[in-house]
């Protein structure tokens, strides 16, 4: 390297909290190149609901507005992806929670099968690296939704047969019948002694507990009963932007502590305190309800009529027009990432997108074909290659196999 390009390369690094002049020099790859070589694994991307209630084939290239497809997935360089199934809150008034939770297993199994030249389905983490060898996708199945089971594990026990090896253990932003959502009613302070009994079957069983959504005792207290680590799949940091989705550091130490990764959601409300103040300056955040059911949903509709219900907000992404002066780069992206990897620890620390789950992505991110971005910016904040590949998806292989076994 010539002497003025050293130089010129010195400048350029950002003086971050973990970026040095060292670790940017370690790099020996480009970006594209690295990205190209690592495992890369999203820890939250939303399939299903479209497919369900559209009709539609994840297996084709859309040309609505939604941010995933496999086609685009394999332009990311997605090698493996938690594919959360999904159960929203309209279902639970009516308590049609337990069909449309089992469907969307059975859809993603289907649709999983019929693309097998593209993806297949992963139990285990040798799995996952079985597939990616023979140039597929691995898809691991995560339930966004618990509310479902109410604590029931003999559906938890139906849900593993089919192929579920990871669950987030509130129902989305509802507190259910063992444990806390972070912004809705506290009615265990936490979990409660089913709550403990449901991780100690997830351990048993060999299943993920991922702890997204959850209030931060219930946070604390799931990482210390569970024998196994645990993850915070998708969301941000309390000490970045103050949102009640957002980790404290005290629960991220203690997910980290277990030997769990903190998944980084891509949108702005998480992590960008200037779209945040502007964004809520003008509508203010408003707690759940203190009934433990999501509000204004009526009890009396049809799953028919709930389908249709949903399916006016379907695909699940963000139209905002935001002001350039409050629109996230993915610089910023990249700083959360770095103050986490500050908190916590390069090993604990990974990416949990939340396409087609409505994030306000940044700028240079217009769906999931995008994802060598994240390398490039965190190559320009002075990683080095051995934590970037850490960061884009060895830290949820590590996981994935200490839970599952293999």
């Given at each position: 390297m010539k002497r003025r390009d050293l130089i010129k390369g010195l400048v350029l690094v950002p003086m971050f909290g973990n970026a040095s002049p060292a670790n940017f020099l370690i790099n020996s790859l480009s970006?594209?190149?690295?990205?190209?070589d690592a495992f890369v694994m999203d820890g939250h991307v939303h399939v299903m609901m479209r497919e369900l209630l559209k009709g539609t084939d994840i297996g084709q290239r859309y040309t609505d507005a939604g941010t995933v497809d496999l086609p685009r997935a394999k332009e990311g360089g997605l090698d493996a992806m938690f594919f959360s199934v999904y159960t929203?809150?309209?279902?639970?008034?009516?308590?049609?929670?337990?069909?449309?939770?089992?469907?969307?297993?059975?859809?993603?199994?289907?649709?999983?099968?019929?693309?097998?030249?593209?993806i297949e389905l992963a139990l285990t983490a040798a799995d996952i690296k079985r597939i990616n060898k023979k140039g597929k996708m691995a898809a691991f199945?995560?339930?966004?939704?618990?509310?479902?089971?109410?604590?029931?594990?003999?559906?938890?026990?139906?849900?593993?047969?089919?192929?579920?090896?990871?669950?987030?253990?509130?129902?989305?932003?509802?507190?259910?019948?063992?444990?806390?959502?972070?912004?809705?009613?506290?009615?265990?302070?936490?979990?409660?002694?089913?709550?403990?009994?449901?991780?100690?079957?997830?351990?048993?069983?060999?299943?993920v507990i991922n702890v997204a959504h959850a209030s931060m005792p219930a946070i604390i207290q799931s990482a210390a009963a569970s024998t196994h680590p645990v993850v915070y799949s998708h969301g941000g940091f309390?000490?970045?932007?103050?949102h009640p989705r957002c980790?404290?550091?005290?629960?991220?130490?203690?997910?980290?502590?277990?030997?769990?990764?903190?998944?980084?959601?891509?949108?702005?409300?998480?992590?960008?305190?200037?779209?945040?103040?502007w964004k809520y300056s003008k509508t203010p955040l408003v707690q759940r309800s203190s009934t433990g059911v999501a509000p204004k949903l009526d009890s009396s509709l049809t799953i028919e009529q709930v389908d249709k219900q949903v399916e006016a907000d379907v695909p699940l992404v963000s139209l905002e027009r935001i002001p350039d002066e409050y629109w996230m780069g993915v610089d910023q992206l990249a700083r959360v990432i770095d103050f986490g990897v500050n908190l916590v620890g390069e090993d604990h620390v990974a990416l949990g997108s939340d396409f087609d789950g409505a994030p306000e992505l940044p700028r240079e991110i217009?769906?999931?074909?995008?994802?060598?971005?994240?390398?490039?910016?965190l190559q320009k904040l002075g990683y080095s290659e051995n934590r970037i590949r850490k960061i884009l998806g060895l830290n949820w292989l590590r996981v994935i196999r200490s839970v599952t076994g293999s």
């Open positions: 970006p594209k190149d690295l990205h190209k929203p809150e309209n279902y639970y008034p009516g308590r049609h929670e337990i069909k449309n939770t089992f469907r969307v297993v059975e859809l993603a199994l289907a649709q999983i099968e019929n693309n097998s030249n593209v199945l995560d339930l966004e939704g618990g509310f479902d089971m109410d604590g029931d594990l003999n559906l938890l026990r139906a849900l593993h047969r089919l192929g579920l090896r990871s669950l987030q253990l509130t129902a989305h932003n509802t507190t259910n019948a063992f444990i806390d959502a972070c912004n809705d009613v506290a009615r265990w302070n936490g979990i409660n002694d089913h709550g403990r009994a449901v991780i100690a079957e997830m351990n048993k069983l060999g299943m309390k000490s970045i932007v103050n980790i404290s550091d005290e629960a991220a130490k203690a997910v980290a502590a277990k030997g769990g990764v903190i998944g980084i959601q891509f949108g702005s409300t998480f992590n960008n305190p200037k779209y945040f103040d217009k769906d999931i074909s995008d994802y060598p971005q994240i390398t490039i910016a």
